[in-house]
Nanobody, 120 residues
Framework: QVQLVESGGGLVQPGGSLRLSCAASGSPFSINTMGWYRHAPGKERELVGVITSGGSTMYGDSVKGRFAISRDNAKNTMYLQMDSLKPEDTAVYYC??????????????WGQGTQVTVSS
């Protein structure tokens, strides 16, 4: 079982910045793609962005140019740097990882979520 621990959420004013972290248990060699998703009240869950084990990234249209994902494979940790935050970025942010076991079966695991609120 892989456990994900998220941190870094909170309240920030519009135009401000926050950095989220997601630390994963397990072997670093078995963690494949990592990603961030968010869920705002009354809306469907939305992809924020993903990062492959090789460091390639892809972002949702609503955050392109403002958010950046990075990862430290040695620490099994992924980061989400959020700049120029807007009220519409308010949501619970979830970490997701694709973890593959020695028998080549792979599963997706989710973190518990961290609240980000953008408000003046």
């Amino acid at each position: 079982q892989v456990q994900l621990v998220e941190s870094g959420g909170g309240l920030v004013q519009p135009g401000g910045s926050l950095r989220l972290s997601c630390a994963a248990s397990g072997s670093p060699f078995s963690i494949n793609t990592m990603g961030w998703y968010r869920h705002a009240p009354g809306k469907e869950r939305e992809l924020v962005g993903v990062i492959t084990s090789g460091g390639s990234t892809m972002y949702g249209d609503s955050v392109k140019g403002r958010f950046a994902i990075s990862r430290d494979n040695a620490k099994n940790t992924m980061y989400l740097q959020m700049d120029s935050l807007k009220p519409e970025d308010t949501a619970v942010y979830y970490c997701n990882v694709r973890y593959c076991y020695s028998d080549n079966t792979c599963y997706h695991y989710w973190g518990q979520g961290t609240q980000v609120t953008v408000s003046s």
